[in-house]
């Protein structure tokens, strides 16, 4: 009969696992190693990483291919950041746009609806009153009502194209 591991032993196990693999990471060291280029006396050329004569040349150093890796990086991730924040700054011109246009065609369709429902009134009631300053009714004669009636059109022709 096999026993079953603890949840104690299991969770031993685990951290120890880990423990190992981050140990094994911290002394893994990078390896860097210069890249020399020489032309032999036959005129061949010759790349290593050990130096043959004084006169080789060095190509590319480890630590200096490093920083120029890590500088290009840099280039690149400020370009990326500065091509994101153009574009969200579009989008939020473009979104503030967008809300402008819908609230000014919410007025404008509000507008509509009161003009046209101004102009059915004066046009279906046979008497058409406003309302003085003391609050009572006085009624429309003929022209006030024909200046009325005008200017309803003039405000349904502005607010419903």
């Not at 031993?12 to 190693?33: D, E, K, M, N, Y």
């Not at 005129?43 to 290593?48: D, E, L, Q, W």
């Not at 609050?135 to 607010?159: C, E, H, I, P, W």
Request: net charge positive; with cysteine.
């Amino acid at each position: 009969m096999t026993e079953l591991p603890s949840p104690g032993k299991e969770a031993f196990r685990i951290h120890a696992g880990r423990l190992f693999f981050l140990c094994g990471l911290a002394l893994v060291t990078p390896a860097q190693a210069d890249l020399y280029k020489w032309t032999d006396a036959q005129g061949k050329v010759h790349y290593s990483d050990q130096p043959p004569t004084v006169n080789a040349q060095a190509i590319k150093s480890g630590a200096a291919g490093q920083a120029e890796a890590t500088t290009e990086a840099t280039r690149s991730l400020d370009a990326k950041d500065q091509a994101f924040q153009k574009r969200r700054e579009e989008a939020e011109k473009a979104r503030a746009k967008a809300e402008k246009e819908a609230e000014e065609a919410r007025i404008k369709r509000e507008n509509c609806t009161k003009a046209r429902n101004n102009l059915s009134t004066l046009q279906n009631m046979p008497r058409v009153y406003t309302t003085n300053a003391a609050g009572q009714r006085v009624y429309m004669d003929d022209t006030a009502r024909a200046s009325a009636l005008a200017n309803s059109q003039k405000a349904v022709s502005d607010f419903c194209q």
